[in-house]
Protein backbone atom coordinates (compact mmCIF):
# COMPACT_ATOMS: atom_id res chain seq x y z
CA UNK A 1 0.00 0.00 0.00
CA UNK A 2 1.94 2.97 -1.10
CA UNK A 3 -0.48 5.68 -1.28
CA UNK A 4 -4.67 5.77 -1.11
CA UNK A 5 -6.68 6.61 -4.21
CA UNK A 6 -8.21 9.80 -4.71
CA UNK A 7 -10.78 10.58 -2.26
CA UNK A 8 -12.87 12.35 -4.99
CA UNK A 9 -16.49 10.25 -4.62
CA UNK A 10 -15.54 8.79 -1.57
CA UNK A 11 -17.86 9.79 2.04
CA UNK A 12 -15.72 12.44 3.96
CA UNK A 13 -13.74 11.46 6.48
CA UNK A 14 -15.52 9.42 9.46
CA UNK A 15 -15.80 11.69 12.21
CA UNK A 16 -13.00 11.17 14.97
CA UNK A 17 -15.29 9.94 17.43
CA UNK A 18 -13.96 7.31 20.42
CA UNK A 19 -13.73 4.42 17.84
CA UNK A 20 -11.75 7.13 15.23
CA UNK A 21 -8.15 6.74 14.91
CA UNK A 22 -6.38 8.23 17.80
CA UNK A 23 -2.91 9.80 17.59
CA UNK A 24 -0.59 8.42 20.53
CA UNK A 25 2.25 10.61 21.78
CA UNK A 26 1.42 13.14 19.60
CA UNK A 27 -1.85 14.13 21.19
CA UNK A 28 0.04 14.36 24.57
CA UNK A 29 -1.10 17.94 26.15
CA UNK A 30 -0.31 19.92 28.83
CA UNK A 31 -1.71 17.38 31.00
CA UNK A 32 0.00 14.29 29.83
CA UNK A 33 2.79 15.45 30.02
CA UNK A 34 2.43 17.32 33.36
CA UNK A 35 1.88 14.32 34.26
CA UNK A 36 5.04 13.00 33.20
CA UNK A 37 7.17 16.05 34.34
CA UNK A 38 5.23 15.63 37.12
CA UNK A 39 5.68 12.04 38.27
CA UNK A 40 9.53 12.59 38.22
CA UNK A 41 9.44 15.34 39.99
CA UNK A 42 7.71 13.84 42.96
CA UNK A 43 10.31 10.66 42.27
CA UNK A 44 13.00 13.20 42.38
CA UNK A 45 11.81 14.62 45.61
CA UNK A 46 11.60 11.59 47.30
CA UNK A 47 14.68 10.28 45.50
CA UNK A 48 16.74 13.35 47.57
CA UNK A 49 15.43 12.88 50.34
CA UNK A 50 16.36 8.75 50.72
CA UNK A 51 19.78 9.86 49.27
CA UNK A 52 20.35 11.77 52.17
CA UNK A 53 19.64 8.82 54.53
CA UNK A 54 21.90 6.71 52.76
CA UNK A 55 25.64 6.20 54.17
CA UNK A 56 27.79 5.10 56.29
CA UNK A 57 25.96 6.97 59.45
CA UNK A 58 22.46 6.02 59.94
CA UNK A 59 19.97 8.53 59.52
CA UNK A 60 16.06 7.84 59.65
CA UNK A 61 13.82 9.73 56.87
CA UNK A 62 11.84 10.88 59.27
CA UNK A 63 14.49 12.50 60.98
CA UNK A 64 15.16 14.08 58.17
CA UNK A 65 12.16 15.40 57.51
CA UNK A 66 12.19 17.13 61.10
CA UNK A 67 15.49 18.31 60.38
CA UNK A 68 14.40 20.16 57.35
CA UNK A 69 11.57 20.98 59.34
CA UNK A 70 13.67 22.51 62.07
CA UNK A 71 15.45 24.71 59.68
CA UNK A 72 13.03 25.89 57.93
CA UNK A 73 11.43 27.07 61.75
CA UNK A 74 9.34 24.64 62.90
CA UNK A 75 9.64 22.13 65.91
CA UNK A 76 12.99 20.80 67.39
CA UNK A 77 15.62 19.05 65.53
CA UNK A 78 15.53 15.18 65.97
CA UNK A 79 19.31 15.24 65.35
CA UNK A 80 22.70 15.89 66.76
CA UNK A 81 24.79 18.18 65.64
CA UNK A 82 27.25 16.09 64.19
CA UNK A 83 24.60 14.21 62.56
CA UNK A 84 22.71 17.18 61.33
CA UNK A 85 25.89 18.52 59.70
CA UNK A 86 26.24 15.22 57.84
CA UNK A 87 22.95 16.22 56.45
CA UNK A 88 23.06 19.78 55.83
CA UNK A 89 26.64 20.50 55.09
CA UNK A 90 27.83 16.84 52.97
CA UNK A 91 24.74 14.90 51.76
CA UNK A 92 22.14 17.26 51.15
CA UNK A 93 24.11 20.10 48.67
CA UNK A 94 25.75 16.84 47.40
CA UNK A 95 22.32 15.56 46.63
CA UNK A 96 21.02 18.57 44.85
CA UNK A 97 24.06 19.32 43.19
CA UNK A 98 24.05 16.24 41.52
CA UNK A 99 20.39 16.77 40.53
CA UNK A 100 20.76 19.76 39.61
CA UNK A 101 24.14 19.09 37.21
CA UNK A 102 21.99 15.75 35.69
CA UNK A 103 18.83 17.84 34.81
CA UNK A 104 21.35 20.65 33.01
CA UNK A 105 23.58 17.92 31.11
CA UNK A 106 20.27 15.90 30.39
CA UNK A 107 18.92 18.79 28.82
CA UNK A 108 21.91 20.36 27.26
CA UNK A 109 22.22 16.84 25.41
CA UNK A 110 18.76 16.62 23.77
CA UNK A 111 18.91 20.72 22.56
CA UNK A 112 22.74 19.16 20.88
CA UNK A 113 20.82 15.98 19.38
CA UNK A 114 17.94 17.98 17.91
CA UNK A 115 19.95 21.13 16.71
CA UNK A 116 22.52 18.61 15.38
CA UNK A 117 20.54 15.64 14.27
CA UNK A 118 22.99 13.78 15.51
CA UNK A 119 21.56 10.74 18.10
CA UNK A 120 25.17 10.89 19.41
CA UNK A 121 25.47 14.28 20.44
CA UNK A 122 25.96 15.26 24.07
CA UNK A 123 28.51 17.74 26.35
CA UNK A 124 30.58 14.92 26.60
CA UNK A 125 31.19 13.64 23.50
CA UNK A 126 31.41 16.75 21.43
CA UNK A 127 34.13 18.03 23.83
CA UNK A 128 32.28 20.69 25.59
CA UNK A 129 32.75 19.06 28.46
CA UNK A 130 36.61 18.31 28.24
CA UNK A 131 36.72 22.21 27.31
CA UNK A 132 34.87 23.53 30.30
CA UNK A 133 37.39 21.49 32.58
CA UNK A 134 40.23 22.79 30.93
CA UNK A 135 38.93 26.07 31.51
CA UNK A 136 38.39 25.63 35.16
CA UNK A 137 41.73 23.96 35.65
CA UNK A 138 43.43 26.48 33.71
CA UNK A 139 41.67 28.94 36.63
CA UNK A 140 42.55 27.49 39.59
CA UNK A 141 46.38 26.60 38.37
CA UNK A 142 47.09 29.90 36.90
CA UNK A 143 45.52 31.30 39.75
CA UNK A 144 43.73 34.00 37.62
CA UNK A 145 40.93 36.22 39.16
CA UNK A 146 38.09 35.13 37.06
CA UNK A 147 35.25 33.39 37.94
CA UNK A 148 35.44 29.45 37.88
CA UNK A 149 32.03 29.04 35.77
CA UNK A 150 33.08 32.09 33.94
CA UNK A 151 36.20 30.34 32.17
CA UNK A 152 34.47 26.67 32.24
CA UNK A 153 31.71 28.55 29.62
CA UNK A 154 34.56 30.10 27.90
CA UNK A 155 36.17 26.53 27.99
CA UNK A 156 33.22 25.17 26.40
CA UNK A 157 32.45 27.45 24.52
CA UNK A 158 36.03 27.58 22.41
CA UNK A 159 35.61 23.63 22.62
CA UNK A 160 32.16 23.48 21.46
CA UNK A 161 33.82 25.85 18.37
CA UNK A 162 36.63 23.69 17.85
CA UNK A 163 34.81 20.73 17.61
CA UNK A 164 31.98 22.32 15.13
CA UNK A 165 34.87 24.11 12.90
CA UNK A 166 36.77 21.02 12.95
CA UNK A 167 33.69 18.51 11.83
CA UNK A 168 32.52 20.82 8.98
CA UNK A 169 36.16 21.98 7.49
CA UNK A 170 35.70 20.00 4.67
CA UNK A 171 31.61 20.62 3.58
CA UNK A 172 28.69 19.17 5.60
CA UNK A 173 28.48 18.57 9.34
CA UNK A 174 27.13 14.61 9.40
CA UNK A 175 27.29 13.12 12.65
CA UNK A 176 30.28 10.83 12.42
CA UNK A 177 32.71 13.46 11.12
CA UNK A 178 30.77 15.47 14.45
CA UNK A 179 31.66 12.75 16.93
CA UNK A 180 35.84 12.12 15.62
CA UNK A 181 36.16 16.20 15.81
CA UNK A 182 34.59 16.07 19.08
CA UNK A 183 36.82 12.81 20.33
CA UNK A 184 40.23 15.03 18.76
CA UNK A 185 39.02 18.15 20.91
CA UNK A 186 38.08 16.20 24.01
CA UNK A 187 41.26 14.38 23.79
CA UNK A 188 43.79 17.65 23.59
CA UNK A 189 41.56 19.39 26.06
CA UNK A 190 42.16 16.47 28.76
CA UNK A 191 45.65 16.15 27.89
CA UNK A 192 45.99 19.58 28.86
CA UNK A 193 43.80 19.67 31.55
CA UNK A 194 46.14 16.62 32.72
CA UNK A 195 49.42 17.75 32.17
CA UNK A 196 48.64 21.23 34.32
CA UNK A 197 47.35 19.25 37.25
CA UNK A 198 50.52 17.12 37.01
CA UNK A 199 52.22 19.43 36.97
CA UNK A 200 51.52 22.00 39.55
CA UNK A 201 49.47 20.24 42.08
CA UNK A 202 51.20 17.72 44.50
CA UNK A 203 49.56 14.81 46.68
CA UNK A 204 45.97 14.01 45.75
CA UNK A 205 47.06 15.38 42.55
CA UNK A 206 45.88 12.02 40.36
CA UNK A 207 42.50 12.26 42.22
CA UNK A 208 42.19 15.49 41.21
CA UNK A 209 42.84 14.68 37.54
CA UNK A 210 40.40 12.00 37.18
CA UNK A 211 37.46 14.12 39.11
CA UNK A 212 37.95 16.90 36.51
CA UNK A 213 38.16 14.30 33.17
CA UNK A 214 35.90 11.68 34.86
CA UNK A 215 33.38 13.92 36.73
CA UNK A 216 32.70 13.80 40.55
CA UNK A 217 30.43 15.86 43.13
CA UNK A 218 32.39 14.95 46.34
CA UNK A 219 33.72 18.51 46.53
CA UNK A 220 29.73 19.47 47.00
CA UNK A 221 28.81 22.20 49.15
CA UNK A 222 26.32 24.78 48.99
CA UNK A 223 28.15 26.96 47.33
CA UNK A 224 28.21 24.01 44.10
CA UNK A 225 24.62 24.08 44.88
CA UNK A 226 24.31 27.83 44.01
CA UNK A 227 25.58 27.60 40.94
CA UNK A 228 24.45 24.48 39.00
CA UNK A 229 21.10 25.48 40.19
CA UNK A 230 21.20 28.78 38.97
CA UNK A 231 23.18 27.69 35.89
CA UNK A 232 19.96 25.18 34.95
CA UNK A 233 17.53 28.24 36.48
CA UNK A 234 19.00 30.33 33.76
CA UNK A 235 19.60 28.13 30.95
CA UNK A 236 16.78 25.52 31.21
CA UNK A 237 13.58 27.70 30.64
CA UNK A 238 15.95 29.60 27.02
CA UNK A 239 16.27 25.59 25.94
CA UNK A 240 12.22 25.02 26.82
CA UNK A 241 11.67 28.26 25.58
CA UNK A 242 13.75 26.86 22.14
CA UNK A 243 11.95 23.86 21.90
CA UNK A 244 9.57 25.24 18.93
CA UNK A 245 13.11 26.15 17.05
CA UNK A 246 14.72 22.69 17.61
CA UNK A 247 11.52 20.94 16.67
CA UNK A 248 11.93 22.74 13.37
CA UNK A 249 15.47 21.53 12.50
CA UNK A 250 13.90 17.84 12.39
CA UNK A 251 14.24 17.53 9.02
CA UNK A 252 17.66 19.80 8.85
CA UNK A 253 18.39 23.17 8.17
CA UNK A 254 16.67 24.24 5.07
CA UNK A 255 13.76 23.14 6.17
CA UNK A 256 14.06 25.20 9.21
CA UNK A 257 14.56 28.12 7.62
CA UNK A 258 11.19 27.27 5.09
CA UNK A 259 9.72 27.18 8.79
CA UNK A 260 10.80 30.58 9.71
CA UNK A 261 13.58 30.23 11.79
CA UNK A 262 17.00 32.30 11.28
CA UNK A 263 18.96 29.28 10.78
CA UNK A 264 22.65 30.72 11.89
CA UNK A 265 21.26 32.93 14.54
CA UNK A 266 19.33 30.10 16.21
CA UNK A 267 22.26 27.92 15.99
CA UNK A 268 24.71 30.37 17.39
CA UNK A 269 22.23 31.63 20.25
CA UNK A 270 21.52 27.68 21.17
CA UNK A 271 24.80 26.30 21.32
CA UNK A 272 26.09 29.65 23.26
CA UNK A 273 22.92 28.49 25.87
CA UNK A 274 24.35 25.12 26.00
CA UNK A 275 28.11 26.23 26.19
CA UNK A 276 27.27 28.07 29.34
CA UNK A 277 24.94 25.77 30.93
CA UNK A 278 27.47 23.32 30.22
CA UNK A 279 30.19 24.99 31.53
CA UNK A 280 28.87 26.42 34.70
CA UNK A 281 27.64 22.21 35.64
CA UNK A 282 31.62 21.43 34.93
CA UNK A 283 32.90 23.38 37.18
CA UNK A 284 31.33 22.29 39.67
CA UNK A 285 31.06 18.62 38.83
CA UNK A 286 34.19 18.34 36.45
CA UNK A 287 33.07 16.21 33.21
CA UNK A 288 30.60 13.81 33.38
CA UNK A 289 29.53 12.16 30.67
CA UNK A 290 26.74 9.95 28.70
CA UNK A 291 23.91 11.34 31.04
CA UNK A 292 23.51 13.84 28.63
CA UNK A 293 23.42 11.18 25.37
CA UNK A 294 21.25 8.14 27.26
CA UNK A 295 18.38 10.37 29.01
CA UNK A 296 17.05 12.34 26.44
CA UNK A 297 16.81 9.15 24.29
CA UNK A 298 15.22 7.63 27.21
CA UNK A 299 12.47 10.57 27.31
CA UNK A 300 11.61 10.50 23.43
CA UNK A 301 11.03 6.67 23.76
CA UNK A 302 8.31 7.88 26.33
CA UNK A 303 7.07 10.95 24.87
CA UNK A 304 8.10 11.14 21.47
CA UNK A 305 10.40 13.57 19.90
CA UNK A 306 9.15 17.17 20.35
CA UNK A 307 11.36 19.26 22.22
CA UNK A 308 9.38 20.74 24.34
CA UNK A 309 8.55 16.96 25.83
CA UNK A 310 11.32 15.72 25.65
CA UNK A 311 13.43 18.60 27.73
CA UNK A 312 10.71 18.54 30.29
CA UNK A 313 11.01 14.84 30.90
CA UNK A 314 14.66 14.63 30.49
CA UNK A 315 15.47 17.27 32.84
CA UNK A 316 13.48 15.72 36.11
CA UNK A 317 15.21 12.03 34.53
CA UNK A 318 18.67 13.43 34.18
CA UNK A 319 18.67 15.01 37.74
CA UNK A 320 16.84 11.19 38.95
CA UNK A 321 19.79 9.07 37.09
CA UNK A 322 22.62 11.26 38.29
CA UNK A 323 21.21 11.75 42.16
CA UNK A 324 21.43 7.45 42.10
CA UNK A 325 24.49 7.12 40.01
CA UNK A 326 26.13 9.41 42.50
CA UNK A 327 24.92 7.49 45.44
CA UNK A 328 26.08 4.12 44.82
CA UNK A 329 29.76 5.89 43.47
CA UNK A 330 29.91 7.24 47.35
CA UNK A 331 28.24 4.03 48.97
CA UNK A 332 28.50 0.89 47.15
CA UNK A 333 32.20 0.61 47.14
CA UNK A 334 32.54 2.04 50.77
CA UNK A 335 35.35 3.33 52.33
CA UNK A 336 36.02 4.05 48.65
CA UNK A 337 34.41 6.27 46.77
CA UNK A 338 34.37 5.90 43.03
CA UNK A 339 34.27 9.25 40.75
CA UNK A 340 30.63 8.95 39.27
CA UNK A 341 31.72 9.57 35.61
CA UNK A 342 32.81 5.48 35.85
CA UNK A 343 29.29 4.79 36.81
CA UNK A 344 27.75 7.34 33.61
CA UNK A 345 30.39 5.35 31.52
CA UNK A 346 29.39 1.95 32.65
CA UNK A 347 25.52 2.80 31.98
CA UNK A 348 25.96 5.42 28.93
CA UNK A 349 28.52 3.39 26.65
CA UNK A 350 25.62 0.04 25.94
CA UNK A 351 23.77 2.96 25.17
CA UNK A 352 26.08 4.65 22.79
CA UNK A 353 26.69 0.97 21.09
CA UNK A 354 22.97 0.23 20.37
CA UNK A 355 22.94 3.83 18.41
CA UNK A 356 25.90 3.07 16.33
CA UNK A 357 23.99 -0.39 15.87
CA UNK A 358 20.47 0.96 15.17
CA UNK A 359 22.25 2.85 12.61
CA UNK A 360 21.27 6.35 11.42
CA UNK A 361 24.40 7.58 12.38
CA UNK A 362 26.15 7.29 9.29
CA UNK A 363 27.70 9.54 6.70
CA UNK B 1 -10.77 26.92 6.60
CA UNK B 2 -10.62 30.59 5.73
CA UNK B 3 -7.69 31.07 3.22
CA UNK B 4 -6.43 34.28 1.52
CA UNK B 5 -6.43 34.01 -2.54
CA UNK B 6 -3.29 32.20 -3.67
CA UNK B 7 -0.30 34.18 -4.31
CA UNK B 8 1.52 34.68 -7.67
CA UNK B 9 5.42 34.66 -7.65
CA UNK B 10 7.41 36.57 -9.55
CA UNK B 11 11.37 36.76 -9.64
CA UNK B 12 13.34 39.27 -11.76
CA UNK B 13 17.65 39.17 -12.38
CA UNK B 14 17.76 36.56 -9.38
CA UNK B 15 21.25 35.45 -8.72
CA UNK B 16 22.76 32.78 -6.65
CA UNK B 17 26.23 31.90 -6.46
CA UNK B 18 27.65 28.82 -4.38
CA UNK B 19 31.35 29.83 -4.20
CA UNK B 20 32.81 30.65 -7.07
CA UNK B 21 30.18 28.68 -9.26
CA UNK B 22 27.04 30.41 -10.17
CA UNK B 23 24.31 28.24 -9.99
CA UNK B 24 21.48 31.03 -10.68
CA UNK B 25 22.11 33.28 -13.27
CA UNK B 26 19.80 35.94 -13.25
CA UNK B 27 16.36 34.37 -13.56
CA UNK B 28 13.21 35.89 -14.54
CA UNK B 29 10.19 33.82 -14.09
CA UNK B 30 6.72 34.15 -13.38
CA UNK B 31 4.53 31.54 -11.46
CA UNK B 32 0.72 32.73 -11.90
CA UNK B 33 -1.84 33.04 -8.82
CA UNK B 34 -3.68 28.88 -8.78
CA UNK B 35 -1.50 27.34 -11.18
CA UNK B 36 0.81 24.50 -11.17
CA UNK B 37 4.23 25.62 -12.35
CA UNK B 38 7.00 22.78 -13.37
CA UNK B 39 10.41 24.01 -12.76
CA UNK B 40 12.46 21.65 -15.35
CA UNK B 41 16.18 20.97 -16.50
CA UNK B 42 18.69 18.80 -16.64
CA UNK B 43 20.51 18.02 -13.37
CA UNK B 44 22.63 20.74 -11.31
CA UNK B 45 20.44 23.39 -13.67
CA UNK B 46 19.75 24.90 -10.52
CA UNK B 47 16.07 23.64 -9.91
CA UNK B 48 16.02 22.72 -6.20
CA UNK B 49 18.17 26.14 -5.96
CA UNK B 50 15.96 28.10 -7.07
CA UNK B 51 13.05 26.79 -4.94
CA UNK B 52 15.72 27.36 -2.18
CA UNK B 53 16.18 31.20 -3.07
CA UNK B 54 12.10 30.92 -2.88
CA UNK B 55 11.54 29.54 0.85
CA UNK B 56 13.90 32.07 2.41
CA UNK B 57 16.69 28.85 2.95
CA UNK B 58 19.45 30.48 0.96
CA UNK B 59 19.96 34.34 0.60
CA UNK B 60 20.54 35.85 -3.37
CA UNK B 61 23.03 37.99 -4.14
CA UNK B 62 21.42 40.10 -6.18
CA UNK B 63 17.69 39.87 -8.12
CA UNK B 64 13.97 40.43 -6.61
CA UNK B 65 11.65 37.66 -5.45
CA UNK B 66 8.11 39.23 -5.52
CA UNK B 67 4.96 37.43 -3.88
CA UNK B 68 1.88 38.80 -5.00
CA UNK B 69 3.94 42.14 -5.25
CA UNK B 70 5.27 42.21 -2.32
CA UNK B 71 9.56 41.91 -1.72
CA UNK B 72 10.44 38.92 0.43
CA UNK B 73 12.99 40.38 1.61
CA UNK B 74 10.99 43.18 3.18
CA UNK B 75 8.76 40.44 5.09
CA UNK B 76 9.93 38.33 8.15
CA UNK B 77 10.82 35.28 8.16
CA UNK B 78 7.68 34.06 10.02
CA UNK B 79 5.59 35.93 7.81
CA UNK B 80 7.00 34.45 4.61
CA UNK B 81 6.76 30.87 6.55
CA UNK B 82 2.94 31.71 7.35
CA UNK B 83 2.24 32.34 3.07
CA UNK B 84 4.90 29.85 1.41
CA UNK B 85 6.38 26.56 2.21
CA UNK B 86 8.85 23.95 1.00
CA UNK B 87 8.54 20.39 0.39
CA UNK B 88 12.15 18.51 -0.19
CA UNK B 89 13.37 15.48 -2.29
CA UNK B 90 12.50 12.73 0.53
CA UNK B 91 15.38 12.38 3.01
CA UNK B 92 16.00 9.70 5.62
CA UNK B 93 12.87 9.39 7.97
CA UNK B 94 15.61 8.96 10.83
CA UNK B 95 13.21 11.05 13.06
CA UNK B 96 11.35 9.15 16.11
CA UNK B 97 8.06 11.26 15.43
CA UNK B 98 4.50 10.14 15.02
CA UNK B 99 2.79 11.51 11.47
CA UNK B 100 0.95 13.97 13.65
CA UNK B 101 4.08 15.36 14.87
CA UNK B 102 5.38 15.73 11.86
CA UNK B 103 2.52 17.52 10.63
CA UNK B 104 2.32 19.80 13.44
CA UNK B 105 5.55 21.29 13.00
CA UNK B 106 3.90 22.88 9.98
CA UNK B 107 2.27 25.09 12.52
CA UNK B 108 6.06 26.39 13.72
CA UNK B 109 5.57 29.49 12.05
CA UNK B 110 2.21 30.34 13.53
CA UNK B 111 2.56 28.78 17.23
CA UNK B 112 3.82 30.46 20.44
CA UNK B 113 6.92 29.79 21.99
CA UNK B 114 5.89 27.95 24.71
CA UNK B 115 3.99 24.74 25.50
CA UNK B 116 1.94 21.61 23.14
CA UNK B 117 -0.02 22.63 20.98
CA UNK B 118 -3.38 24.25 20.50
CA UNK B 119 -6.22 22.78 19.72
CA UNK B 120 -7.00 24.79 16.74
CA UNK B 121 -3.20 23.78 15.48
CA UNK B 122 -3.99 19.95 16.33
CA UNK B 123 -7.69 20.42 13.90
CA UNK B 124 -5.30 22.18 11.36
CA UNK B 125 -2.99 19.44 11.08
CA UNK B 126 -6.03 16.73 11.21
CA UNK B 127 -7.34 18.60 8.28
CA UNK B 128 -4.14 18.90 5.93
CA UNK B 129 -3.60 14.90 6.69
CA UNK B 130 -7.30 14.68 5.67
CA UNK B 131 -6.65 16.58 2.71
CA UNK B 132 -4.06 14.70 1.24
CA UNK B 133 -5.85 11.65 2.03
CA UNK B 134 -3.84 10.53 4.81
CA UNK B 135 -6.29 10.87 7.91
CA UNK B 136 -6.11 7.42 8.80
CA UNK B 137 -2.18 7.85 9.72
CA UNK B 138 -2.29 10.49 12.45
CA UNK B 139 -0.85 7.82 14.74
CA UNK B 140 1.67 5.75 12.84
CA UNK B 141 5.47 6.28 13.56
CA UNK B 142 6.76 8.21 10.54
CA UNK B 143 9.40 5.47 9.77
CA UNK B 144 6.83 2.71 9.68
CA UNK B 145 5.00 4.63 5.96
CA UNK B 146 6.19 3.73 2.93
CA UNK B 147 7.51 6.27 0.37
CA UNK B 148 4.43 7.55 -1.29
CA UNK B 149 2.63 7.63 2.33
CA UNK B 150 5.78 9.80 3.54
CA UNK B 151 5.56 11.76 1.07
CA UNK B 152 1.99 12.64 1.56
CA UNK B 153 2.79 13.45 5.02
CA UNK B 154 5.27 16.00 4.32
CA UNK B 155 3.14 17.62 1.94
CA UNK B 156 0.60 17.74 4.65
CA UNK B 157 2.75 19.50 7.18
CA UNK B 158 3.31 21.77 4.33
CA UNK B 159 -0.38 22.43 4.06
CA UNK B 160 -0.24 22.76 7.96
CA UNK B 161 1.73 26.13 7.57
CA UNK B 162 -1.38 27.30 5.49
CA UNK B 163 0.62 28.34 2.15
CA UNK B 164 -0.93 30.69 -0.37
CA UNK B 165 2.02 29.13 -2.48
CA UNK B 166 3.68 25.81 -2.59
CA UNK B 167 7.00 25.07 -3.34
CA UNK B 168 7.57 20.69 -4.33
CA UNK B 169 11.20 19.55 -5.24
CA UNK B 170 10.99 16.33 -6.93
CA UNK B 171 7.75 15.18 -5.15
CA UNK B 172 7.72 12.04 -7.46
CA UNK B 173 11.00 10.96 -6.33
CA UNK B 174 11.27 7.30 -5.26
CA UNK B 175 7.81 6.78 -5.99
CA UNK B 176 6.13 3.68 -7.69
CA UNK B 177 4.43 4.89 -10.98
CA UNK B 178 0.95 4.45 -9.10
CA UNK B 179 2.06 6.76 -6.22
CA UNK B 180 3.36 9.14 -8.83
CA UNK B 181 -0.01 9.43 -10.78
CA UNK B 182 -1.89 9.82 -7.14
CA UNK B 183 0.86 12.34 -6.02
CA UNK B 184 0.28 14.46 -9.03
CA UNK B 185 -3.35 14.34 -8.92
CA UNK B 186 -3.37 15.44 -5.52
CA UNK B 187 -1.21 18.37 -6.49
CA UNK B 188 -4.05 19.20 -8.96
CA UNK B 189 -6.53 18.96 -5.79
CA UNK B 190 -4.43 20.98 -4.19
CA UNK B 191 -3.80 23.98 -6.99
CA UNK B 192 -7.65 23.68 -7.47
CA UNK B 193 -8.45 24.94 -4.27
CA UNK B 194 -6.29 28.11 -4.50
CA UNK B 195 -3.02 27.40 -3.72
CA UNK B 196 -0.50 28.21 -6.37
CA UNK B 197 1.95 25.52 -6.98
CA UNK B 198 6.06 25.55 -8.07
CA UNK B 199 7.50 22.27 -8.22
CA UNK B 200 10.82 21.41 -9.68
CA UNK B 201 10.21 18.15 -11.83
CA UNK B 202 12.23 15.59 -13.56
CA UNK B 203 9.60 13.52 -15.59
CA UNK B 204 8.57 15.66 -18.63
CA UNK B 205 5.85 13.73 -19.16
CA UNK B 206 4.32 14.46 -15.69
CA UNK B 207 4.73 17.96 -16.53
CA UNK B 208 2.68 17.60 -19.51
CA UNK B 209 0.11 15.86 -17.71
CA UNK B 210 0.23 18.05 -14.47
CA UNK B 211 1.50 21.35 -15.03
CA UNK B 212 0.07 24.62 -16.72
CA UNK B 213 3.49 26.36 -17.33
CA UNK B 214 6.59 25.20 -17.28
CA UNK B 215 10.06 27.03 -16.81
CA UNK B 216 12.55 25.58 -18.71
CA UNK B 217 16.19 25.64 -16.89
CA UNK B 218 19.79 25.04 -18.78
CA UNK B 219 22.78 26.09 -16.57
CA UNK B 220 20.79 28.80 -14.16
CA UNK B 221 19.77 30.60 -16.87
CA UNK B 222 16.30 30.22 -18.14
CA UNK B 223 16.13 28.80 -21.16
CA UNK B 224 12.15 28.97 -21.91
CA UNK B 225 9.04 29.06 -20.15
CA UNK B 226 5.50 29.51 -20.88
CA UNK B 227 2.41 26.83 -21.44
CA UNK B 228 3.81 23.49 -21.20
CA UNK B 229 3.18 22.17 -24.89
CA UNK B 230 4.96 25.59 -26.22
CA UNK B 231 7.84 24.84 -24.39
CA UNK B 232 8.31 21.20 -24.22
CA UNK B 233 8.86 20.85 -28.40
CA UNK B 234 11.63 17.88 -29.84
CA UNK B 235 13.97 21.02 -30.44
CA UNK B 236 14.38 22.40 -26.86
CA UNK B 237 14.58 18.77 -25.40
CA UNK B 238 17.56 17.93 -27.30
CA UNK B 239 19.37 20.81 -26.95
CA UNK B 240 18.65 21.42 -23.00
CA UNK B 241 18.63 17.89 -22.37
CA UNK B 242 20.81 15.91 -25.81
CA UNK B 243 18.05 13.92 -25.93
CA UNK B 244 16.24 13.23 -29.15
CA UNK B 245 12.46 12.74 -28.68
CA UNK B 246 9.15 12.76 -30.17
CA UNK B 247 5.31 13.99 -29.40
CA UNK B 248 2.43 11.62 -29.69
CA UNK B 249 -0.37 12.43 -28.14
CA UNK B 250 -2.31 8.65 -26.73
CA UNK B 251 -5.58 8.96 -25.50
CA UNK B 252 -5.88 12.67 -25.64
CA UNK B 253 -2.40 13.14 -23.86
CA UNK B 254 0.46 14.32 -25.17
CA UNK B 255 3.79 12.49 -24.64
CA UNK B 256 7.49 12.97 -25.15
CA UNK B 257 8.72 9.77 -26.16
CA UNK B 258 12.72 9.87 -25.80
CA UNK B 259 14.53 8.05 -28.81
CA UNK B 260 18.10 8.11 -28.53
CA UNK B 261 21.19 10.99 -27.03
CA UNK B 262 22.26 13.56 -29.28
CA UNK B 263 25.65 12.67 -30.14
CA UNK B 264 28.45 14.08 -27.91
CA UNK B 265 26.42 15.12 -25.64
CA UNK B 266 26.71 13.15 -22.17
CA UNK B 267 23.51 11.80 -21.16
CA UNK B 268 21.81 13.60 -18.66
CA UNK B 269 20.49 10.99 -16.03
CA UNK B 270 17.19 10.35 -15.46
CA UNK B 271 17.29 10.98 -11.77
CA UNK B 272 20.10 11.81 -9.52
Redesign the interface.
Known amino acids: ????????GRPP?PA?GPAG??????????AG?LGWAGLLSVVLAGSVLTAVTIGPADIAPGDVLGSLLHHLGFGPNPLTDLRDAIVWQSRAPRALTAAAVGAGLAMAGAAMQGLTRNPLADPYLLGVSAGASLGAVLVLVLGVAVLLPVAAFAGALVALGGTLALAGSSGRLTPTRTVLAGLAVAQACAAVTSFLIFWTATGDSYREILSWLLGSVAGAGWDTVTISVAALAIGGPVL??SS?TL??F??????A???????ARARVSIFVVVALLTGALVSVSGAIGFVGLIVPHAA?LLV???H??VLMVAAPAGAILLLWADTAARTVFEPRELPVGILTAALGAPVFAILLRRG?VGT | MVRAPADWLQTSRLTFAAGERLIIDGVDCTVPAGTITGVLGPNGSGKSTLL?LV????DPDRGAILLSGADLRTM???????R???V?QE??P?????????V???R??H???????SPSD?AIA?ASL?RV????L??RALATL????R??VHLAAALA?EPRLL?LDEPTNH??I??QL??L??VR?LAESGVTVLMAMHDLNHALRACEHVVLLADGLVRAAGPAPDVLTPELVAEVYGVHAVIAEIGGQRVLVPTEPVSEVPLASPSP
Open positions: MTAAPPRTARPVAGRALLGWLLARDATFGEVAASLGVHVRGGRHRP | RAGAASRRDRARLALESADTPLDVLDVLLGIPRSRWGPDVRDGAGDAASGGEQRQLLDGAALDLR
